[in-house]
């Protein structure tokens, strides 16, 4: 069973930054891919960043390329989400996500297929 652990999130001032991690269990994740979610109040939930364990590719939505970092330390099976620059529409709980596919593309559609997530982790940014 996949258990996955965010922690990190905070209050930050707008430009500021902030580190999520995300410390997954349970399972051999080498053909994974592992994402960020992010849902606002009265939004729906939408994707952040994407990595791939096996090769570390990785995949960005738009609004946080050039900003946001997703890697990954395989030896700690964890997970990070280096988010700087950030902006008040940054604000939202951010989710870790598994997914058994390994398609770190497809990640944003399969945002209701997929079946493990983390708890999330309030992310507030002040302006």
């Known amino acids: 069973q996949v258990q996955l652990v965010e922690s990190g999130g905070g209050l930050v001032q707008a430009g500021g930054s902030l580190r999520l991690s995300c410390a997954a269990s349970?399972?051999?994740?080498?053909?994974?891919?592992m994402g960020w979610f992010r849902q606002a109040p009265g939004k729906e939930r939408e994707f952040v960043a994407a990595?791939?364990?096996?090769?570390?590719?990785?995949y960005y939505a738009d609004s946080v390329k050039g900003r946001f970092t997703i890697s990954g330390d395989n030896a700690k099976n964890t997970v990070y989400l280096q988010m700087n620059s950030l902006k008040p529409e940054d604000t939202a709980v951010y989710y870790c996500?598994?997914?058994?596919?390994?398609?770190?593309?497809?990640?944003?559609?399969?945002?209701?297929?997929?079946?493990?997530w983390g708890q999330g982790t309030q992310v507030t940014v002040s302006s």
């Open positions: 990595i791939s364990w096996s090769g570390g590719s990785t």
């Open positions: 349970g399972r051999t994740f080498s053909s994974y891919a």
């Open positions: 996500a598994a997914d058994p596919t390994g398609r770190i593309a497809a990640m944003p559609v399969r945002r209701n297929l997929i079946g493990s």
